[in-house]
């Protein structure tokens, strides 16, 4: 319990900020620096994902006749026809979980 957890290899760096703060300044030599990854990849502000024009049958990567069509099971693999759909099955059920 004695021994410091953190590591040392940032103490006391890129702390120029908390000198200019009278009740910081004293601690400014035991901060250490820590990276901290984000909550979102992408901004929550931004939209996010592909153009609906854009999805492609997963067989033949045509855009639909006349419209794509999703896995009724999964509703994440699109197909363009029912034909497209029955040819891809086989490798696609072990995988479709709704």
Excluded: N
Excluded at 26 to 32: G, I, W
Excluded at 40 to 61: H, I, M, N, Q, W
Aim: proline share 8%.
């Amino acid at each position: 319990m004695e021994a410091d957890p953190l590591c040392s290899c940032g103490r006391g760096k890129d702390v120029e900020g908390m000198h200019k703060v009278g009740l910081w300044k004293t601690f400014a030599p035991y901060v250490t620096r820590v990276a901290l990854s984000p909550l979102f990849a992408v901004s929550y502000l931004e939209t996010v994902g592909r153009d609906p024009d854009a999805r492609k049958c997963r067989v033949c990567r045509g855009k639909g006749k006349p419209r794509i069509k999703e896995c009724a099971g999964c509703q994440k693999v699109r197909y363009c026809s029912p034909e497209c759909q029955k040819k891809d099955w086989k490798a696609h059920k072990p995988k479709c979980k709704p």
